[in-house]
């Protein structure tokens, strides 16, 4: 949660300035001037920003996590303690303080501060060509204005194992955290952040929203459970628990195994589209598609993906675009949708899910022709014996109900937002 910093929550944000500016700025000042940055001497100095007009904001997440100034269309003062940073604090106060600005926002760095300067640049920031020398021995300061869209989402990456990545969409400033897995895509779904946003929406106020994409680099073979345990390492990498977790088709298959392996990090679970397990039967579209795409033939695999993902009617309206869409389709991005369907062989989490014992909404359509209309009732008949389980069906919505039913985003909001009595 992100909220203005006042006379109440000033000493805390006095000491995030503090720590994190010592920190920051120990390898290059001496230790005498970095003792003078006491928390008492910044707390004065905020004090007094704050009395000419400047606005502060803080981020907590269970206790202060960071802070970040804005006056007029300048942002200053973006901190992180120390022992928060690397979960995506920095990002969601840098994107916050660009809404609050009265203009195209702008900012300073130190030149010698390049891990600041690649966030930056990757959040849409670029050089404005002034600089100024701040410090003694011709360290300079370097102005940066804001390029992009303020469009009220940010696009970044969790880091865990030390190396592997995987980009999440975010927007929202809400105190509570849901989480969205999506399905199965030919491309990635990053560029779709603005659509995401918007069909979620509503979220916003009371939810801080975070789509994540599947691994960058991916190994091979790559199974569902896999995905689940990566996912679980980039939620954990930036801090994030109690989730409102909904997983969509496979995206679903992942947040079954998150709720089963890691219940500690799941307070409630909503599936679109999904199934508990896939077998022979059941996979006969999946494997056309792997077929496809291991052939290369990218034109009749976005047709078909169409075309069974979606109902006739919107199928057949959007033909020419599925077509379309395959000429931007690279080698690499059939490689990769390879091997993450060929991860969704021999899911098999029915008898696991029985312990399954937090909130449970599904969805489905019963003339869903990727995983069978019979998958999400599969689901409910396991999870009978949850008195905290429901249940919705449509009939015509296809595969993709969670984005072709005009009312699921609603559904979905009211079963993260309902009370329900608390579960064992």
């Known amino acids: ?65 960071g802070i970040v100034s804005v006056t007029g269309d300048l942002i200053e003062d973006l901190y992180v303690l120390p022992g928060k940073q690397n979960r995506g604090y920095g990002t969601r106060l840098l994107m916050y303080a660009a809404e609050k600005c009265a203009g195209t926002p702008r900012l300073r760095i ?3 501060n390049t891990g600041a300067e690649r966030l930056y640049r990757r959040l849409g920031f670029r050089e404005s060509g002034i600089r100024e020398s701040v410090i003694p021995g011709g360290i300079g300061e370097t102005e940066f204005t804001f390029c992009g869209r303020r469009a009220g989402f940010i696009t970044d990456e969790a880091v865990f194992d030390g190396h592997n990545r995987m980009e999440y969409i975010s927007f929202g400033n809400g105190e509570r955290i849901l989480v969205i897995l999506p399905g199965l895509s030919l491309q990635s779904v990053i560029p779709a952040a603005p659509a995401v946003a918007r069909q979620y929406g509503m979220f916003r106020k009371e939810f801080t929203v975070y789509l994540f994409d599947r691994r960058s680099d991916l190994p091979d073979p790559y199974t569902i459970s896999d995905m689940a345990g990566d996912t679980v390492k980039a939620v954990t990498a930036l801090g994030l628990g109690k989730l409102c977790l909904f997983g969509a088709s496979q995206g679903g298959m992942i947040a079954q195994v998150m709720a089963v392996r890691h219940p500690e990090l799941v307070e409630r679970l909503a599936l679109g589209s999904s199934a508990c ?32 993902v979606y109902p006739k009617e919107i199928f057949e309206k959007y033909r020419d675009a599925f077509a379309k869409m395959s000429e931007s389709v690279t080698e690499a991005e059939l490689r990769r949708f390879a091997i993450l369907a060929k991860g969704a062989g021999d899911f098999d989490i029915r008898e696991e899910i029985r312990n399954v014992r937090c909130p449970v909404f599904a969805a489905g359509s019963r003339d869903d022709a990727v995983l069978g209309g019979d998958s999400t009732p599969e689901i409910a008949r396991i999870l009978g014996d949850n008195p905290l389980f429901e249940m919705h069906m449509y009939d015509s919505c296809g595969h993709a109900a969670y984005d072709t039913a005009p009312d699921f985003p609603d559904r979905l909001y009211g079963f993260f937002t309902k009370d329900i009595p608390e579960y064992i």
Not at 38 to 53: D, F, H, I, S, V
Not at 286 to 308: D, H, P, Q, T, V
């Open 277 to 308: 397990r896939t077998w022979p039967e059941r996979s006969e579209v999946i494997n056309e598609w792997i077929r496809l795409a291991e052939e290369g033939k990218a034109r009749e695999l976005c047709l078909s993906f169409g075309e069974k």
């Open 110 to 112: 130190l030149e010698n």
């Open 1 to 65: 949660m992100i909220t203005q910093v006042n006379s109440t929550n000033l000493s805390a944000a006095s000491r995030i300035h503090s720590e994190s500016w010592r920190s920051s700025h120990r390898s290059f000042c001496s230790e005498d001037f970095i003792e003078r940055h006491t928390p008492e001497r910044q707390l004065e100095y905020l004090r007094t920003k704050m009395a000419g007009g400047t606005r502060v904001f803080m981020l907590t997440d269970g206790e202060p996590a």
